[in-house]
């Protein structure tokens, strides 16, 4: 069956889009991430069926990097395969990112921020997915090695070349942010947007880089906002669901990570979550949403019907003061 895409996907009512920092760029509230389950390990019609229900909810973004997978470059073939029978009609509707930093091949070219590397990585990742050209690309790691003006340059030549249309950074702290931002200022290439982790269990953002982010008039999208599944009834169980990314091989959440702390606060936040009718991952989602800097909150899904819970967030962004205390006393209670 051919796929067309639900009539109604940008009705009002639905998702809700911001504007990236002081760019011309518009972001869904919801961006759906391929770290996990887009891999060659994963079933693929499960893969395909989670970007054809995301895009059918008006999550316009899907956001890549060239070692997603496993094995690594394998979910940017999936985005590929599913470009190719599905999507590819609506590609000036997509906002297609990925990223390069992290080790992709041996020697001396594979990983961290040289221009040689990323410029590589660029071309291999747009073969792998079919594409011509990028929504945005990233430097996904700064590099203590590499001058910033050589992985911002790159950035910037990037951008001319016709291979992305917008550059960003991640997991920048905000000094580093700060002058990379003016680097690309300088360069003609403005730095639209930073992907750094937060959630209600990671909040390192909160201490400086939002400060930077907002100065500098750059998007903020948020990685991990749900701690890879913590921030939702996942675990509420009691036990470690066998399909969960806690109970997989190559996870990146452990066992170890859910703890009875952990478990106890998310029961707690649950009945805020209830009180305002919201499940606990859009309660987790609306919370990094608050600040107004935030463009989006990049979720990841194991099925299609996570991603229809989690861009529920869109009905109900708004907190009360009271709601923001209480959450900031769950968060804040020693075990
Ligand atoms: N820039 C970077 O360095 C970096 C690093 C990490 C991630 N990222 C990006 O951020 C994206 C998201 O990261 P993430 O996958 O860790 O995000 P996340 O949204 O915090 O966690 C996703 C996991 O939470 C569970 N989940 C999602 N929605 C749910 C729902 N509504 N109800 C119950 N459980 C739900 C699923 O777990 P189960 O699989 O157990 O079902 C899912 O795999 C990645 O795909 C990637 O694009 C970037």
Known sequence: MVYVASENRYEAGGMVYRRCGRSGLKLPVVSLGL???FGGVDVYENARAMLRRAFDLGVTHFDLANNYGPPAGSAEETLGKVMAQDLAPYRDEL???SKAGYWMWNGPYGEWGSRKYLIASLDQSLKRMGLD???IFYSHRPDPETPLEETMGALDAIVRSGRAL??????????QTRRAAEILADLGTPCLIHQPSYSMFNRWVEDGLLDVLE?????????SPLAQGLLTNRYLGGEIPDDSRAAKPHGFLRPSHVTDEKLAKVRALKQIADAR????????????LRHPIVTSALVGASRPAQIEDSVGVAANLAFSDEELAAIETILSEEA
């Open 133 to 135: 050209y990028v929504d």
């Open 277 to 288: 009718g919201q499940t606990m991952a859009q309660l987790a989602l609306a919370w990094v």
């Open 95 to 97: 906002i297609i990112s």
């Open 166 to 175: 917008y550059v960003g950074i991640s997991n920048y702290s905000p000094e």
């Open 215 to 223: 100065e500098k008039g750059i998007g903020a999208i948020c990685f």
């Open 35 to 37: 770290w996990h389950n």
